[in-house]
């Protein structure tokens, strides 16, 4: 891996993926995402949001959601909690969006709901207190990145919360050695080294934020070689 970003379409962004393989993969996200913990990693932020509007439910909007594992898992956590609130979940792939729905279903979790969004292209849904994304920031070039991180700002009544890779070469070898024993799938291979390549490093991703707007961002690093972005709004 070199020291700069390479990016390289991933196979799961292709709309004529066929349905079974795109399945296969999502599955083995959704592995990545219990292993990794993504859905702890962002907990905190969320319960602080809770914690800081304790008088109304909490509305989270997961961009980019993928299979729905963390907006699911989220949402069952907000159930355990006890905290009052909702989880939508959005995608630009219907086929993630079936699954993401289902994965709901069998996993009794109600206050969850997946809605179909091109994050790019369309008009967000507003009256949303938490926007946060996991492993789509690395999909994106800069200026997207930029775009994406400025919209979530915008769109978020109380924070932003961001999960994704980082590019270190301990970071390819945990994602080779990681998609191999976690899937057969080849789609998940492939894409694994490619979104390590493409990722951000923690430094470059608080320079997006900055560029943004915003401002007062920190990162955290989390394990396996990931970081945690979190923005609060601070009150006028």
């Known amino acids: 891996m070199g020291t700069q970003r390479v990016r390289i379409d991933e196979l799961m962004d292709d709309p004529g993926l066929d349905r079974a393989s795109h399945v296969h993969a999502l599955r083995a996200l959704g592995r990545a995402a219990a292993v990794s913990r993504t859905a702890a990693s962002v907990w905190p ?33 907000l159930a355990r909690a006890g905290i009052a609130g909702e989880v939508v979940g959005c995608d630009v ?16 979790v109600e206050r969850v709901r997946f809605t179909r969004l091109d994050v790019l292209r369309d008009s967000w849904p507003t009256g949303f207190d938490v926007v946060m994304c996991s492993l789509f920031l690395h999909h994106l070039s800069d200026e997207e990145a930029v775009t994406v991180l400025r919209r979530m700002g915008e769109a978020a009544g109380q924070g932003v919360v961001v999960s994704d890779l980082r590019r270190t070469t301990l970071g ?27 990722a951000f490093t923690t430094a470059e991703a608080l320079t997006l934020a900055q560029a943004a707007g915003l401002v007062t961002a920190t990162a955290t690093h989390r394990w396996p070689q990931r970081f945690v972005l979190t923005w609060t709004r601070v009150a006028a």
């Open 45 to 77: 932020a969320i319960r602080a949001a809770a914690r800081r509007q304790a008088d109304r439910p909490l509305r989270v909007l997961d961009i980019a959601c993928g299979g729905g594992d963390v907006a699911v898992e989220v949402a069952r956590r």
């Open 172 to 198: 390819s070898v945990f994602a080779w050695a990681g998609c191999h024993l976690l899937s057969r799938s080849r789609v998940f291979h492939v894409d694994g080294l490619r979104s390590v390549n493409a």
């Open 93 to 108: 792939s219907p086929v993630a969006l079936e699954y993401a729905t289902a994965l709901a279903a069998r996993r009794h």
